[in-house]
């Protein structure tokens, strides 16, 4: 069974960071593609960033470049994303999600539909 656990979630100071952590089970981190949305209240699922497991490429949406950064740790089977200065505009709920094939283009590694499993959600909340 394929399942992605997020965590790392919580209340945070405006200015502040956090790292999530999604860890893989049921299947290695060779060859795929995890991403990381979020979800804030009456929006809808927004891309944020993606790593391909093979060769670390990595991907980001403009409105998290320079402030976000995606890694993976293969010997864990996890993928982790490094949240800086945070904002209150920065509160929601953050998935990770994977699919078994790379991505190749900003465009793909933001869309929802591209990828195949979700985590549940760990809630991120920016308030001072």
């Known amino acids: 069974q394929v399942t992605l656990v997020e965590s790392g979630g919580g209340l945070v100071q405006p200015g502040g960071s956090l790292r999530l952590s999604c860890v893989a089970s049921?299947?290695?981190?060779?060859?795929?593609?995890i991403g990381w949305f979020r979800q804030a209240p009456g929006k809808g699922r927004q891309g944020l960033s993606s790593?391909?497991?093979?060769?670390?490429?990595?991907f980001y949406a403009d409105s998290v470049k320079g402030r976000f950064a995606i890694s993976r740790d293969s010997a864990k089977n996890t993928v982790y994303l490094q949240m800086n200065n945070l904002t209150r505009e920065d509160t929601a709920v953050y998935y990770c999600?994977?699919?078994?094939?790379?991505?190749?283009?900003?465009?793909?590694?933001?869309?929802?539909?591209?990828?195949?499993?979700w985590g549940q959600g760990t809630q991120v909340t920016v308030s001072s």
């Open positions: 999600a994977g699919r078994g094939v790379p991505v190749f283009t900003t465009v793909q590694a933001m869309g929802r539909y591209e990828y195949d499993y």
């Open positions: 049921g299947f290695g981190l060779d060859d795929h593609a």
């Open positions: 790593i391909n497991t093979s060769d670390g490429r990595t």
